[in-house]
């Protein structure tokens, strides 16, 4: 095999030969004219040095790597060595400071937005499933100022873990999800992602992936709602890996007696993945809507000259947090009557205790009848109205409510630090 480079090139420029006289396509006028790089100035565009990693350069034959912490200025045909930076206390290079800041303030968004959603809302999301099952309560606490006396409620007479039960669970249930998700996408050829040049064909594949998914994650579901809604009197101390083991023994048939009212998994399959699925489809489309609407807004910011350098900081971690947090509020409005028939059918059977939402303390067993999923739709508009599909909805506005606030709170520290910084 031929080698690609001239003949009379060294590495760092022509040697002096004929071909500096004839053109790349052999003498004769029909050929490129040669480029001589004989000055200093034609070879610094040709030429270029690579990075100063130790054991990492194109030597010459018969050179050796030089050892690490050695002299730049030892290395030939370089450049003079660069000047250290100075730090930014100093005040003389303002961004090193502030790229640095950069990093640290994007995990710390990061870590409050995972922290908010997961931790701070449990609360919230263990008194919402309390009352969407809770076909007893006549109190359906559509606001969140029954929401919050009821809650205090809880926590008087239970103690700070009546709020907070379950909530390994639901991590537990969000890795179940995340793995089978990515190992059916290995095994098959269903689309983990949707691509920018999309079709029907691809969009129905990835549906199809998610739905898998919920399937997979199901029974695990069930257990870990079950973890949420039991009543802290007369629960065990159980392990963090209970919400497994219920789910494997739901799936195989054994573990914990159930009754004969329990639906199997079979019936839950539609409800389940109906919901899931639609859940992902809006929060997707909103979640884009958004960003773009924030992208188009921080483009034409960027056109005007008065734009601050901190409000240029901002943007590039904001949007997609602010898409991500409508995204999921609006879904989780949307969906919410079909939330509460798909716990309420989860729930059907398992033998589960649950606080009184009506007064605060008391405990109430669950002992409804569905057939299945029509049957409770139909049951919960004849017994309990139409507004008994939102029971529990002002506990989803404390949740986002919250969710804003830190969002803002993050905001405001974050735009502080970065004028303090630049």
Known sequence: MHPRRPEGFDGLGYRGSSRDEQGFGGGGGGGFPARSFSYASDLSHWVTTPPDIPGSRNLHWGEKSPPYGASAAATPFEGPPEEPLPSASGGNVPGQGTEQLN??????????????????????????????????????????????????????????????????????VQGVTLGAEGIISEFTPL??????????????????????????????????????????????????????????????????PHSKRLLPLLSLVFPTVLHGVLHYIISSIIQKLVLLILKRKTYNGHLDESTSPVQSMLDAYFPELI????????????????????????????????????????????????????????????????????????????????????????????????????
């Open 191 to 256: 689309p983990r992602e949707v691509s920018h040049k999309w079709n029907l064909k691809q969009i129905g594949e990835h549906l199809l992936l998610k739905a898998l998914t919920y399937v997979v994650a199901m029974p695990f579901y069930s257990a870990s709602l079950i973890e949420t809604v039991q009543s802290e009197i007369i629960r065990d101390n159980t392990g963090i890996l209970e919400c497994v083991k219920e789910g494997i023994g739901r799936v195989i048939g054994m573990g914990v």
């Open 103 to 172: 990093r640290f303030a994007g995990f710390g968004i990061g870590l409050a937005s995972l922290f908010t959603e997961n931790v701070l809302a449990h609360p919230c999301i263990v008194l919402r499933r309390q009352c969407q099952v809770n076909y007893h309560a006549r109190n359906y606490h559509l606001t969140p100022f029954t929401v919050i006396n009821i809650m205090y409620s809880f926590n008087k007479t239970q103690g700070p873990r009546a709020l907070w039960k379950g909530m390994g669970s639901t991590f537990i």
């Open 323 to 422: 898409a991500n947090f409508a995204a999921s509020l609006c879904s989780d409005v949307i969906l919410y009557p079909l939330e509460t028939v798909l716990h309420r059918l989860h729930i059907q059977g398992t033998r589960t205790i649950i606080d009184n939402t009506d007064l605060g303390y008391e405990v109430l067993p669950i002992n409804t009848q569905y057939e299945g999923m029509k049957d409770c739709i139909n049951t919960i508009k004849q017994e309990e109205g139409v507004l008994g599909f939102y029971k529990g909805f002002g506990a989803v506005i404390i949740q986002y409510t919250l969710h804003a606030a830190v969002l803002q709170i993050t905001k405001i520290i974050y735009s502080t630090l970065l004028q303090n910084s630049i």
